[in-house]
């Protein structure tokens, strides 16, 4: 079943913005993975997959987040919503040392980069939606595939707000989340491994430069 822009835009607005007045507050964590011997060496898929799969069967995380692979064989480590960016820290340190562990045991370590400046590494994961993804991304160029094979970012998820026009409202919130994202970027600018700076954000970018538009 096809959906329209209008009903597209209806469910995020919807779904995207539940307008509580709460604060929760959760991180995800992006890892690449390397070989510790060769960092340039591709990691089999079945090795990232194992070790996910194994945390989550044995439910060996502490703190409770789950652990899933991205399209590139990148792993995420994505926390429970918490009360506290406090009690979200310790939860997902908690579950990061297990995740050390993991990898550690499969002989492979967590490289904590933005951007992976030694591989181009084939799309692992094969679900409809990354074939979707990338066949609709390849039409700008080779930025889809940079983001999704290569990047690791930390991501913050914070409840919206209410339907307020104040500091505790969605309306402020998001239009203070677009006018730190050119701070944010230039803190983060200085990448010396690539021939770009800022390399992550620079992909996305360019991979939506509509969308991405200052507001």
Not at 50 to 67: F, T, W, Y
Not at 88 to 108: F, I, K, N, Q, W
Not at 174 to 188: I, K, M, T
Request: aromatic letters at 6%; one cysteine or more.
């Amino acid at each position: 079943m096809s959906l329209g822009e209008d009903e597209a835009e209806a469910h995020v607005y919807e779904a995207g913005f539940n307008r509580k007045p709460s604060a929760q507050v959760g991180v995800e964590m992006e890892w690449l993975i390397v070989d510790p011997r060769d960092a340039r060496q591709h990691i089999p898929a079945d090795c990232t997959s194992q070790i996910c799969e194994s945390l989550q069967a044995s439910n060996a995380l502490p703190g409770g987040s789950k652990v899933t692979r991205e399209p590139g064989g990148q792993i995420e480590l994505s926390s429970q919503p918490c009360r506290t960016l406090a009690e979200c820290v310790e939860a997902l340190a908690a579950d990061l040392d297990r995740l050390r562990e993991a990898t550690s045991d499969a002989g492979v370590a967590l490289l904590g980069r933005g951007l992976d400046p030694y591989r181009e590494p084939p799309r692992l994961l094969d679900q409809p939606r990354y074939r979707a993804m990338e066949a609709f991304f390849d039409r700008g160029g080779p930025w889809g595939r940079i983001m999704m094979r290569r990047s690791a970012s930390l991501q913050f998820n914070l409840d919206c707000g209410d339907d307020t026009h104040g500091t505790s409202g969605y309306k402020f919130r998001w239009e203070l989340a677009h006018r730190l994202g050119p701070v944010l970027v230039a803190a983060f600018a200085k990448y010396r491994l690539t021939a770009t700076r800022a390399g992550h954000p620079q992909a996305f970018h360019l991979l939506h430069r509509r969308r991405l538009a200052a507001p």
